[in-house]
């Protein structure tokens, strides 16, 4: 089993349409979540940091921890075309490993 | 600076044949690491390393050997490429403990 659970869509919205994409992890040690951000035929790119639980907003993308129940959400308010690519969740474990979800491809059609 | 850079960009192998992908980071960071990337799968850790001399094995390591003599490069070996091993390649490095890679462009992998 993966440590970080992520469905992979694909997703597809019409512009302006609120994304909302889920993670779910398992171990409880983790406190780092990150979501990375890859466009087709690149390497992935921070989008998002954030530690324990909480929201984090960020223009028009804001990150959700709930370690109660070890969810991650990303929400990306006014979908723009630009926005289309695959969003990976991640957390960081205490060894500093990396453990990323299988990503979820976005599609926002104009 | 370049950030990470890694080459080639593709790659076709035969079964059998051996290979080294380079990866070099030129923002001083501690931490480096190979991850494979395929359909559904998400990105694997392969190898790590948390500085120069010091390296370990991650989720999928099998097939692969790394060395790192500097703290600039980390090449990835593959032994003997097998079907099995045809995927994206990313390399990335971090200042360590932190959450936030750097990758590189990728290296488009097949073996036939």
């Known amino acids: 089993q993966k440590e970080v659970e992520q469905d992979p869509g694909p997703l597809s919205v019409p512009e302006g349409a609120i994304v909302s994409l889920n993670c779910t992890y398992s171990n409880s040690a983790f406190q780092y979540f990150m979501w990375y951000r890859q466009y087709s035929r690149k390497g992935p790119e921070l989008l998002m940091y954030?530690?324990?639980?909480g929201n984090k907003e960020d223009g028009r993308f804001t990150a959700q921890v709930d370690k109660s129940s070890k969810y991650i959400s990303l929400f990306i308010r006014d979908s723009q075309p630009s926005d289309s690519a695959t969003y990976l969740c991640?957390?960081?474990?205490?060894?500093?490993?990396?453990?990323f979800g299988a990503g979820t491809t976005v599609t926002v059609r104009a | 600076n370049a950030g990470v850079t890694q080459t080639p960009k593709f790659q076709v192998l035969k079964t059998g044949q051996s290979m080294t992908l380079q990866c070099a980071q030129d923002?001083?960071?501690?931490?480096m690491s190979w991850y494979r990337q395929d359909p559904g799968m998400g990105l694997r850790l392969i190898h790590y390393?948390?500085?120069?001399?010091?390296?370990d094995q991650g989720e999928v390591p099998n097939g692969y050997n790394v060395s790192r003599s500097t703290t600039e490069d980390f090449p990835l070996r593959l032994l003997s490429a097998a079907p099995s091993q045809t995927s994206v390649y990313f390399c990335?490095?971090?200042?360590?403990?932190?959450?936030?890679?750097?990758f590189g462009q990728g290296t488009r992998l097949t073996v036939v």
């Open positions: 390393s948390v500085g120069a001399g010091i390296t």
């Open positions: 954030t530690y324990s639980s």
């Open positions: 991640a957390s960081l474990s205490n060894d500093y490993k990396l453990s």
């Open positions: 923002m001083n960071h501690e931490y």
């Open positions: 990335a490095s971090s200042y360590r403990g932190q959450g936030e890679a750097f």
